[in-house]
C-alpha cells in the first residue's frame, strides 16, 4: 500500500466524493441496464453523470484512485465498472489511526 498516493487521491473532493457514493452504489446510483446489478461495481458513465464533470475528467481521476489501489476496474465489453478496495481502505484506516 502506497500511502502518499492514497493521500493524494483523496486530497481531491470529487474522488472523495466518488469513494463515498461507491460505498453504497444501490443509493447513489441508478441500476445498470447494461448488467442489472452492482456486483461489479459503476461503470464510468454512471459516475460521470453523477459527479457532472467531464469523462476525460473523471478517467483521470479514476486511474489516480486506481494507482492507489483504493478502487478496482473490471471491464465488460467496451465499459469499466468500478468499485472499492475494501481491503486497501481498511488497510490505510487502520495504518491511519496507528501512524497519527
Avoid at 463515498?20 to 458513465?45: I, Q, S
Avoid at 489516480?64 to 473490471?74: H, W, Y
Amino acid at each position: 500500500m502506497e500511502i502518499i498516493e492514497i493521500y493524494k487521491a483523496l486530497s481531491n473532493e470529487t474522488r472523495l466524493n466518488i469513494l463515498k457514493w461507491l460505498k453504497d452504489p444501490e443509493a447513489n446510483f441508478r441500476p445498470h441496464a447494461e448488467l442489472g446489478h452492482f456486483n461489479d461495481g459503476v461503470c464510468v458513465f454512471h459516475i460521470t453523470e453523477r459527479a457532472g464533470l467531464s469523462q476525460s475528467t473523471i478517467s483521470t481521476y479514476l486511474t489516480q484512485m486506481q494507482k492507489a489501489s483504493l478502487i478496482i476496474p473490471t471491464r465488460h465489453g467496451k465499459w469499466t465498472y468500478y468499485k472499492r478496495n475494501e481491503e486497501v481502505i481498511s488497510q490505510f484506516v487502520n495504518r491511519l489511526s496507528t501512524d497519527l
